[in-house]
């Protein structure tokens, strides 16, 4: 199975910080990589796919990018709605799996 | 619009089944791939299998096969499910989620919480 590395776990940032998520696959998946967002007691909500293309109606603060095996998620300007857990996801081969979360708090 | 709406809340005994369903609406049902997903209390989330709604062929992860059974209806747009021998660390939210074509899940049902209690 391709494991997926998250970090940082935690993320203390202010309302306006630039926010800079990592992502690592243990295999090369190409640009198969999406991100969600998870607030607490919701699902996730669908933000990128192919590592830099925004779904419809995600706001243009958040960014993507990457190929092979590292992985970046940028949020340009934090705010507050933003406070929320973030999760990467590989889709290049089965079994399809996740990192285990950033969750990005409050300074 | 499209949305995925799954089955309320079970509470189960060690050894038992549940049966999770979804429904889908708002798009041709039979053209997106079903995943389902689980999240443990306070963990990540979990990719257990997916089924095709339009064949019906299914397939999951490792750590499910041979415990986990997924089905539709088409005719109401439903997906099913089940997990058997349930154990205790089997307690967690279940949801559902709508595969797109670039292989990504773009729609979730709002999850499903299966509580494994004695």
């Known amino acids: 199975d391709i494991q997926m590395t998250q970090s940082p776990p935690t993320l203390s940032a202010s309302v306006g910080d630039r926010v800079t998520i990592t992502c690592r696959a243990s295999?090369?998946?190409?640009?198969?990589l999406a991100w969600y967002q998870q607030k607490p007691g919701k699902a996730p909500k669908y933000l990128i796919y192919k590592a830099s293309i925004l779904e419809s109606g995600v706001p243009s603060r958040f960014s993507g990018s990457g190929s092979g095996t590292e992985f970046t998620l940028t949020i340009s300007s934090l705010q507050p709605d933003d406070f929320a857990t973030y999760y990467c996801q590989q889709y290049n081969s089965f079994p399809w799996t996740f990192g285990l979360g950033t969750k990005v708090e409050i300074k | 619009q499209v949305q995925l709406v799954q089955s309320g809340a079970e509470v189960k005994k060690p050894g038992a089944s549940v049966k999770v369903s979804c429904q889908a609406s708002g798009y041709n049902f039979n053209d997106y791939y079903i995943h389902w997903v689980r999240q443990a209390p306070g963990q990540g989330l979990e990719w257990m299998g997916w089924i095709n709604p339009n064949s019906g062929g299914a397939n999951s992860a490792q750590n499910f096969r041979g415990r986990v059974t997924m089905t539709r209806d088409s005719s109401i747009s439903t997906s099913f499910m089940e997990l058997s021998r349930l154990k205790f660390d089997d307690t967690a939210v279940y949801y559902c989620a709508r595969g797109n074509p670039q292989g990504a899940f773009d729609f979730w049902g709002q999850g499903t919480l299966v509580t494994v209690s004695s």
């Open positions: 295999q090369i998946i190409s640009t198969w």
